[in-house]
């Protein structure tokens, strides 16, 4: 049986890949999560205690997550906790560089453990304004200057240290705009789509020409599963991310049109950092490890829609 360790496992990411990791009799997984952002409501029911356990813990406090660790002596765990989304990691920047402290936690305790591999949750943050597209793991530069940005570069730097220095592998996850229908409204898909639904004004930072890749998390979660299962991507960086670009004045427009809706679409002045202008991942690696189409941006939309886990949380 495969022990693994999920942290920030009640968040949008962190939840999907529980649910998909409890329905394999194989996996016996640990969920931690501080619940800053997360919710236990995000967690599959669990109807057999032995697949799967939740604690609430802080990963940035070492005593924390070190009796977890200890105790179970898992062989794999995916580190997904970190403080997100553009608008809550400018407001909490200290917050933000606290995430090394758990960083550090994992992997120094991994290394003592006999973790097999550990799999960094990274982001293409880590980019920063591109100077090429699409955005390859090897030849783009890193040129990330917010903090949320330098922390998951360091958190990679610190993942590639550990294997040089202790031997301990790693894999290294660059995700680009995940949603699904455990997103909070925190993030632009959802916020749009609950605008949307409400008959609300649909706000948008600038004029809405920024461009993005939007991933629909059931193709992020096999992604990351068949890195677990066919052992691929070992010491290695993988982009995460669908490879159709949108702007985000086109995806409010989309949204409008697919719900029906009478909104309108206002602007807001620009935010002062932290909103590139550009994203789009060379997602090749992805397509060749998932070895099917991606979900298109409308059909996940549709499939947001007629989630009830969504249309609940956002209480129509």
Known sequence: MNKILVTGGAGNVGSALVEKLFHNKENFVVVVDNLSTGDTKKLPYNRNMHSYTFIKADVNNYRDIAEIMIAHRFDYIFHFAAVVGVQRTQDNPISVLRDIDGIKNILD????????????????????????????????????????????????????????EYGLEYTILRFFNTYGPNQSTDFVL???????LKNQDISIYGDGSQTRTFTYVDDTIDTCLACLYQNKMVNDVINIGNDYVISVLDLAQMIIKITHSKSKIISLPPLKEGDMTRRQPDNTKMKQLLNRKLISLEQGIKNMLNDTRFLNSIEL
Do not use: D
């Not at 890193?142 to 610190?158: D, H, I, M, Q, T």
């Not at 959802?190 to 949307?196: D, I």
């Open 190 to 196: 959802p916020r749009f789509l609950s605008a949307a």
């Open 109 to 164: 305790l991994a290394k003592n453990t006999s973790v097999k591999r550990v799999f960094f949750s990274s982001s293409s943050e880590v980019y920063g304004e591109p100077v090429t597209l699409p955005q390859h793991e090897y030849t783009t530069p890193l040129n990330s200057r917010v903090p949320y940005a330098v922390v998951k570069n360091v958190g990679e730097s610190f993942c590639k240290s550990y294997q040089q």
